[in-house]
């Protein structure tokens, strides 16, 4: 019985449920309607007083801007946009300012500029023609009120852009790596250049010769024309092949240079009568090196003897590769047809593209043992040396069968080997290490007999007819001086002879001090004005100044 009533109700009920679901739907959708009406009636109703409209915040003032825009004007729209765009351009002014402050850079000015830029922003919004005219007006907007608005803004706002650009790569970090980036390529670049431009004025500085020393020639010449009977050639003397006295060899073009280092050698020799000069020049300044010597004797019973490198008739080109190869029109014109913008391309070489360097007076030190074949030993000096102490203990030094004996340059990984020949050439790179340690013409003691006997000449023929396409060194003497003694150079202490005063600044003064041989190597030889000065007074204490040439050729010492 109660099974079935309980039934008999759940049947009777289901339709009646069902009606109510659905009335219940319908009384919620039109609740929601009427709220969302009353909303928007509220909305398009509600005027707020002047107080609440300047108070109003920017995103409620927006959306009713935005609902009265549909509603009325459309010009409404366009002046939203301008001051949106205006509020942007304040906020990233005062973000720049902001970061000027905390930085703290030279930026007051800019700090300064960007305050008063964000204030004419605020100035221009809180105007009350437009606050009146376009802000608080209900009605529709006047055009031209908003037209110069709109300029007023956007004169603003381009203000704003320059100043940000200028002042962009204070703050942006990526561009300022950028631009320092660029700005050290740019650097280095002009560094190159500049470093190959220098480099070449220096070398014509240094290789051209002065007018002063052009000048002291030619009064030489001069003298030597308006009173030759006073010139006559003399007699060779018999100290000149006595092997039992000390001889210099000293080959070069400069007259004042030549005379400096006899003058100093005289001056620090113990016995200054035992030593015999040895000069060789070429035909220009022969007899202006005559008339020097002749007008100046050497002091102290010192022997002296002068040629011309052109008398030595056994240097023809058939026997010397020089000659031979001056003959050649690639070395012709890698030498004379050389210009300052073809020479700056290639600095390495630069320092070689200058005659002297395959000039038969440079390599006559090669062939010592046929121009004064009665002597035993040599000492071979450069003219921009100067000697501080007596030297004869350096023919006293057992040779050990060397040829050569000289002063080693390396230390560390310069100075070897690999610094002055092609060790890609194959012939080098079989025959020499590249790590052995080079030496330095400028005071070497030459063996000459044991010289003779290792055949030492022919070995520098050999080496220098194999080079005449420059595919071994790039030329200048030592490279083959270098494979020529390869196997039979001594090393000297160093003290005997110091090198680099014409181009390292550095060196000691005590280190010079205890030298037996200063050696001014480099471009800024002490007879030019771009010598090296707290150096020059140890060259021209030698100089003899009491020769009346020098003072009417306005020698700068």
Not at 63 to 86: E, M
Not at 186 to 193: D, F, G, Q, S, Y
Not at 394 to 407: E, S, T
């Amino acid at each position: 019985m109660a099974v079935v009533v309980r039934g008999v109700r759940v049947g009777s009920g289901g339709g009646s449920g069902i009606r109510s679901f659905f009335s219940y739907r319908i009384f919620v959708s039109a609740m929601f309607t009427l709220l969302f009406l009353a909303t928007l009636s509220v909305l398009f109703t509600s005027h707020p007083s002047h107080d609440e409209a300047i108070m109003e915040t920017t995103g409620n003032a927006y959306v009713k801007r935005t609902f009265l825009a549909w509603q009325s004007d459309p010009l409404k729209t366009r002046l939203d946009l301008i001051q949106n765009q205006a509020n942007n351009h304040v906020a990233l002014v005062n973000a720049y300012a902001a970061y000027a402050r905390k930085l703290k850079l030279e930026i007051s000015k800019q700090l300064k500029m960007f305050d008063d830029l964000a204030n004419n922003f605020s100035e221009l919004q809180m105007n009350p023609k437009y606050v009146t005219a376009l802000f608080e007006s209900n009605g529709p907007i006047d055009e031209d009120i908003l037209r110069q608005f709109e300029k007023e803004v956007k004169d603003r706002v381009k203000v704003a852009r320059l100043m940000i650009v200028e002042s962009k790569e204070s703050y942006d970090n990526q561009l300022k790596i950028q631009k320092l980036k660029d700005t050290i390529f740019a650097v280095k670049e002009l560094l190159v250049k500049a470093k190959k431009n220098g480099a070449f004025t220096s070398l014509v500085s240094a290789k051209s010769t002065p007018k002063s020393l052009h000048c002291l020639a030619m009064r030489l010449v001069e003298e030597r024309i308006s009173h030759p009977e006073k010139y006559k050639d003399e007699e060779p003397k018999p100290e000149f092949e006595d092997p039992s006295l000390y001889h210099y060899a000293i080959f070069s073009d400069n007259v004042i240079a030549i005379s400096v280092v006899v003058n100093s050698v005289v001056k620090n020799a113990d016995e200054p009568w035992k030593h015999v000069f040895h000069i060789v020049t070429d035909r220009m300044n022969f007899a202006a090196t005559k008339v020097w010597f002749k007008m100046r004797p050497i002091q102290g019973g010192a022997h002296i003897e002068i040629n011309a490198v052109d008398t030595f008739e056994f240097l023809t080109p058939s026997y010397a590769p020089v000659l031979r190869q001056l003959e050649s029109t690639n070395l012709q014109k890698f030498y004379f047809e050389t210009r300052a913008e073809n020479t700056t391309k290639d600095m390495s070489s630069m320092k070689y593209r200058n005659p002297k360097y395959l000039s038969m007076l440079n390599h006559l030190r090669f062939y010592l043992p046929e121009l004064y074949p009665k002597l035993h030993k040599i000492l071979f000096l450069d003219d921009d040396v100067v000697v501080q102490k007596d030297l004869t203990t350096l023919w006293k030094i057992d040779m050990d069968g060397k040829v050569n004996g000289a002063v080693e340059t390396c230390f560390g990984s310069f100075r070897r080997f690999s610094e002055y020949l092609n060790f890609s050439h194959p012939l080098i790179k079989e025959k020499f290490n590249p790590r052995a340690c080079a030496w330095a013409f400028g005071m070497n003691m030459f063996d000459l007999d044991a010289w003779r006997r290792e055949k030492c000449t022919d070995e520098y023929h050999y080496w220098q007819n194999l080079n005449e396409d420059l595919a071994l060194w790039k030329l200048g003497t030592l490279p083959v001086g270098l494979l020529t003694f390869y196997s039979t150079t001594k090393s000297f202490d160093k003290a005997w002879h110091v090198m680099g005063l014409g181009i390292n600044p550095s060196i000691s003064m005590d280190e010079i001090n205890k030298a037996a041989v200063i050696h001014f190597s480099g471009d800024m030889k002490p007879w030019l004005d771009i010598a090296m000065n707290h150096y020059k007074h140890l060259w021209t204490k030698y100089v003899d100044n009491e020769m009346e040439f020098l003072q009417m050729c306005n020698f700068g010492m």
